[in-house]
C-alpha cells in the first residue's frame, strides 16, 4: 500500500517558505516537486519550472496558491495506482493523504522504483523470456504449466500492447539461469520467442547446440 512507501527524508513547504527555500531543498534532495502543507492539510505541489519560469524565487507559498496542482493518492492505494500518477503527470513525489484528506507524507520515483523491482523480482537470480503471442492465445495457465514442467518457477509476469501491434508481449522473469529447457518446450508448443536475457555463457552454449543441430540436419 501507499503508506508503506512513504519518505521519511521529504521535507514538505510551509506558506511561509519562499520560493529559494523550495529550490534549494529540490537541490538537496535531488526532485524537481515539493509539497505545501499548511497544519496537515495538503494546498499542492510546487514544481522548480513553475518558480524558475514565473520568477517565484522571493515569493511566499502564500503567494502562490495558484500555481500548485493538485496530484495525490490515499494510503491504502496500490502501488500500481502509485505508478499510475507518476506516469501520467510526469511529477518526482506522489503526496499520500489519509481518510481525513490529512497529509502523511510524499513517496518519491526513487522509492517507488527500488520497490517495483522488487515486485518484478529484479535483483532475483534467473533469466528473463519474453514471448509475443496473439491476444486470444494467452493463457497464463498454459504458460505457468511449461515453465514448472521444466522444474522452474515464474518469479514475475507481465503482459504489454504496444499501439502499432494487434500482438501481446507477455514478459517472464524465471528463477533458473539456463532457460534452454524452458525454451525448448516453448518452441515445440509453437510459441514465438521474441527475446532471452540469461547468462551471456549459457546463452552461447544454446546457440551453438541449435548451430551443430543446423549443420547436421543439412548434412542428412
Known amino acids: 500500500m501507499a503508506k508503506e512507501l512513504i519518505s521519511d527524508v521529504i521535507p514538505s513547504l ?6 529559494q527555500k523550495a ?10 516537486h515539493l509539497p505545501v502543507v499548511d497544519n496537515h492539510q495538503y494546498l499542492g505541489l510546487i514544481s522548480d519550472k513553475s518558480i524558475y519560469d514565473l520568477n517565484l524565487n522571493d515569493k511566499l507559498m502564500e503567494d502562490c496558491r495558484d500555481f500548485l496542482v493538485q496530484p495525490h493518492v490515499g494510503v ?14 510526469k511529477i518526482t513525489v506522489v503526496p499520500v493523504l489519509d481518510q481525513e484528506h ?28 519474453v514471448l509475443e503471442l496473439n491476444p486470444i492465445d494467452y493463457s497464463l495457465a498454459e504458460i505457468a504449466r511449461i515453465v514448472e514442467g521444466n522444474d522452474a518457477k515464474i518469479l514475475s509476469l ?3 500492447k504496444s499501439d502499432d501491434s494487434k500482438e501481446i508481449t507477455v514478459t517472464l522473469k524465471i528463477n533458473q539461469m539456463d532457460l534452454s ?3 525448448q518446450t516453448f518452441v515445440r508448443f509453437d ?18 547446440d541449435r548451430f551443430e543441430l543446423l549443420m547436421k540436419y543439412l548434412n542428412i
Open 158 to 160: 507481465y503482459v504489454s
Open 191 to 208: 510459441y514465438v520467442i521474441k527475446s532471452v536475457f540469461m547468462d551471456d555463457s549459457v546463452l552461447k552454449h544454446l546457440y551453438d
Open 76 to 89: 491504502s492505494q496500490h502501488i500500481y495506482e502509485v505508478v499510475s500518477v507518476v506516469s501520467r503527470l
Open 102 to 129: 490529512q497529509y502523511r507524507g510524499v513517496i518519491t520515483v526513487f522509492d517507488l522504483a527500488q520497490r517495483f523491482a522488487d515486485l518484478v523480482a529484479v535483483n532475483e537470480p534467473g533469466g528473463v523470456i
Open 23 to 32: 529550490l534549494n531543498w529540490m537541490e538537496i534532495f535531488r526532485i524537481s
Open 181 to 183: 529447457p524452458v525454451i
Open 14 to 19: 510551509r506558506l511561509t517558505d519562499n520560493g
